[in-house]
Every structure is written in structure tokens, then in C-alpha cells.
């Protein structure tokens, strides 16, 4: 079936830990996101990719950093920098604005 | 600044009756509007609009654009248990990117 895989459903981040966030794509769709949800809060941009070797920063991008080596993958690192990781942490595509976005089951994040 | 403003943040309903969610955004190159229901985990898709005055239509939901005054509405009759989510309301800047309101979220009482 195609869709978005993310891993794990469930981290904890010690302090000055960096820990990594999986997304695995196969709907083979170029652009490829990452969103932050806060309890009771809208979703937040943190990086978007339109193509495999480029990617944008979104409105929070500050403690976060992402690759995209492959077009089927678009992982994100939470950095040490980050002093409020603990959230709710979405992976979506998307195509090219016409079309809705396709979301990941998502990974909970908690600090330690 | 572009911006996309829910209203209510919250709502509480008993089964049988209907709700309006609100939608208001201020974006620059707007292409499209869209609405998501969001249970536990990731959201899913209800609607895309991107002409003004045409209802969109999905059993007891509803939704409508005005680009003149840049606003949506969701409508829900007969409301169920099932109905009670986040509706997020994304409004798509130019290609590639999207710009999520903050969410209502809807609780419906048996």
C-alpha cells in the first residue's frame, strides 16, 4: 500500500541529546514536510523539501535540522539546541498545491 | 504576516445537532483551501476549495469558500460521537506551501 511511515510511534530525548525522527515515503511525491503539534495548537511548519539536495526552513525551524538524500526520504534531527522538544511530530507530502497532504501516523516526542 | 485564524478553539454539542466551524485567513498567493479532520494521530482529508460559492459536499459535511472576504466554513448536521476531532483548516501559498490554522476542537455528547 502506498503511504508515509514514520518511526518510532513513541521517543524520549535525554538532556543534550540529539535524536533523530524517521520518514519513509513511497507515494513517490517530490515535496516532503515536517510539522510540530503542541497540545491543543494547529500544526507548525519546521522544514519543508521540494526536491532530493534542497530544503527550506519553515517557522520554527531553530533546534531542528533534516536531509534529503533520497526522494523517499526525509528524516529530522532534534537537536540539543532544541529546549522544548516534547510534542507531537508530523511527516507529510505533498504535491503541487492542488492536492491535499498525505500525513504519517506521526512520533511523539518526551523529554526524560 | 500571513495568518489563518479558527474560530471557536473549542466546541461542545450534543449528538443531533449542527455546527459551523470558522475559517479566516489572510495569505498572499493563494491557490487553494482545504480541511482535515484530525483524530488521534495524523489528519485526514476532507475537503479542497478553490472557487468561490461552490458548496463541497460529503454526506452530513459541508463546505463553502469566500475569497472576497477570505473565509470557510465547515458544516456538520446531525452530529455524531464520531465527529468529535481537531478540524484544521490549510490554506496552500503559492506550489509547495501550506499554512495551517490552529484547529477547533469539536466534542460531541451522546
Known amino acids: 500500500d502506498g503511504g508515509i511511515t514514520q518511526s518510532p510511534k513513541y521517543l524520549f530525548r535525554k538532556e543534550g541529546q540529539n535524536v533523530t525522527l524517521s520518514c519513509e515515503q513511497n507515494?513517490?511525491?517530490?515535496?516532503m514536510y515536517w510539522y510540530r503539534q503542541d497540545p491543543g495548537q494547529g500544526l507548525r511548519l519546521i522544514y519543508y523539501?521540494?526536491?532530493?539536495?534542497?530544503?527550506q526552513k519553515g517557522d520554527i525551524a531553530e533546534g531542528y535540522s533534516v536531509s534529503r538524500e533520497k526522494k523517499e526520504s526525509f528524516p529530522l534531527t532534534v537537536t540539543s539546541a532544541q529546549k522544548n522538544p516534547t510534542a507531537f511530530y508530523l511527516c507529510?507530502?505533498?504535491?503541487?498545491?492542488?492536492?491535499?497532504?498525505?500525513f504519517g501516523d506521526g512520533t511523539r516526542l518526551s523529554i526524560l | 504576516e500571513d495568518k489563518v485564524v479558527q474560530s471557536p478553539l473549542s466546541l461542545v454539542v450534543h449528538e443531533g445537532d449542527t455546527v459551523t466551524l470558522n475559517c479566516s485567513y489572510e495569505?498572499?498567493?493563494?491557490?487553494?483551501l482545504l480541511w482535515y479532520k484530525q483524530e488521534k494521530k495524523a489528519p485526514t482529508f476532507l475537503f479542497m476549495l478553490?472557487?468561490?460559492?461552490i458548496e463541497k459536499k460529503s454526506g452530513r459535511l459541508s463546505s463553502i469558500l469566500d475569497k472576497k472576504e477570505l473565509f470557510s466554513i465547515l458544516n456538520i448536521t446531525a452530529t455524531q460521537t464520531g465527529d468529535s476531532a481537531v478540524y484544521l483548516c490549510?490554506?496552500?501559498?503559492?506550489?509547495?506551501?501550506?499554512?495551517f490554522g490552529t484547529g477547533t476542537r469539536l466534542k460531541v455528547l451522546a
Open positions: 507529510a507530502t505533498g504535491g503541487t498545491g492542488n492536492q491535499p497532504q498525505h
Open positions: 507515494l513517490n511525491h517530490d515535496a
Open positions: 523539501s521540494q526536491i532530493v539536495n534542497d530544503f
Open positions: 495569505v498572499t498567493n493563494f491557490r487553494s
Open positions: 478553490t472557487s468561490s460559492g
Open positions: 490549510d490554506v496552500v501559498k503559492g506550489t509547495y506551501k501550506y499554512i
